[in-house]
């Protein structure tokens, strides 16, 4: 009987926690799925405040600082990374719809190879900056919780959206053309 009791004083708030958790996850708030408003809000983190210049995989170099002035998207992801892999296609056609303005992409592959990483470019015709984050330092240093994570900076430097998780096409157009001056017409995404 007391072990009977014991399991029921464990298992019932146990349940209790698995309905609110997944609860809040199937929560139907179409306006923000996938995207944190308020989480990361602000400035740059200090360690891209022009102290260190990246490698990407071409060989240029990328400082988020000389973008001063660009609407730049930071893309977290590895080429292991199912979900990442799902949204590859997507990032690299809205980022060529988004080429002629004043918008960047940067990925940055965490815990990744170069060999993996170049094949993972070429496969899906990845055309902006790629950068290796071999230990995830870049990641700690953006608050990175989980992959594919996206981040959205303004022209001023200054991070306005999270996204968390894989993106439509629409939701990327949409979220770019609310930071951009550069309305475009969206209505037939």
């Keep these: 009987m ?6 029921f004083i464990i298992l019932i708030p146990s349940l209790i926690l698995v309905a609110i958790v ?4 199937l929560k139907e708030d179409k306006k923000n799925i996938g995207v944190n408003n308020n989480f990361a809000l602000g400035e740059i983190p200090k360690y891209f405040d022009g102290e260190l210049i990246m490698e990407a995989t071409s060989g240029n170099e990328v400082n988020l600082q000389k973008l001063k002035g ?18 590859a296609e997507t990032l690299a056609s809205t980022y060529d719809r988004w080429n002629d ?12 190879t170069e060999p993996e990483v170049n094949n993972f470019i ?13 230990f995830g330092q870049i990641a700690v240093d953006f608050g990175v919780a989980a992959i594919p994570e ?40």
């Design 2 to 7: 007391n072990r009977l009791k014991a399991l």
């Design 22 to 25: 997944t609860f809040g996850f």
């Design 70 to 87: 660009k609407i730049v998207l930071i893309d977290f992801w590895s080429s292991w990374c199912a979900p990442c892999i799902a949204e």
């Design 101 to 112: 303005y004043d918008i960047e992409f940067i990925g940055i592959a965490i815990w990744d």
């Design 122 to 134: 070429k496969k899906y015709n990845i055309n902006y900056p790629i950068v290796i984050d071999d």
């Design 150 to 189: 996206k981040i959205l900076i303004d022209k001023n430097g200054k991070i306005v959206k999270k996204i968390l998780g894989p993106s439509s096409s629409k939701d990327l157009n949409n979220l770019i053309a609310e930071i951009s001056e550069n309305s475009l017409d969206l209505s037939i995404y």
